[in-house]
């Protein structure tokens, strides 16, 4: 930027910032405002100011993690989805607690206590299990036929693990794949033992 010292040549004592704050101060030689005499050549480049090299990054807010279902699983009158980072949610009617979450209520909540969810499979007979990220599954909800697998007929409002099941890879309608290949199922009869017998606790199915 180039400007007239008041009676005297032009001044070219500008300050030029690259790295912070922009300065328009004009100096002549001496340092003094120039009012006459010879030109100021003395021209200051600042390339490292007011630049915060420890400060904090302002990225304009709080990040909002937006949850997505990866997988929905529909029972006769509720619905529950698996969402992004292992959570699930139900919807739908709760008359045996087959939303999880502790209460009677019919609104979509949360099903308590699970938060690392990798597969779930809602039953036609209002109860629900989760596949977790360890190989256990939790069920919840109706338990009249022993579906939820705890070796109780109580339902539960409340996901409670299906006994003896620590490895799992797969669940579907009170069944689980077991990592080598078995599978185990828990409920009412036709479980594929060779009985028609039900069981309140996961029993192999014969062949597998």
């Not at 009012?35 to 090299?53: I, L, P, V």
């Not at 109706?142 to 003896?164: C, F, H, I, R, W």
Request: hydrophobic letters at 30%.
């Amino acid at each position: 930027m180039l400007t007239a010292d008041i009676g005297g040549a032009p001044s070219f004592g500008e300050v030029t910032v690259t790295g912070g704050s922009t300065s328009s101060a004009r100096t002549s030689a001496n340092g003094t405002p120039g009012t006459g005499g010879s030109a100021s050549t003395g021209r200051t480049k600042a390339t490292g100011d007011a630049t915060a090299a420890g400060g904090t990054l302002s990225t304009g807010g709080s990040t909002n993690v937006k949850l997505v279902a990866e997988t929905v699983s529909r029972g006769d009158y509720h619905s529950c989805a698996m969402l992004n980072g292992g959570t699930v949610q139900c919807w739908g009617d709760n008359n045996c607690g087959q939303l999880g979450n502790g209460t009677m209520t019919n609104v979509p909540v949360t099903v308590s206590g699970i938060t690392n969810a990798i597969g779930i499979s809602a039953d036609c007979a209002d109860n629900t299990c989760a596949l977790l990220s360890g190989g256990a599954v939790q069920c919840w909800g109706d338990n009249q036929m022993s579906e939820l697998g705890n070796g109780t007929m109580t339902n539960s409002s409340m996901p409670v693990a299906v006994s003896g099941v620590t490895d799992a890879v797969a669940v579907a309608n009170g069944c689980a794949v077991l990592r080598g290949g078995t599978v185990q199922c828990w409920g009412s009869s036709w479980l594929g033992n060779g009985t028609t017998t039900g069981s309140s606790v996961p029993v192999t199915v014969s062949g597998f």
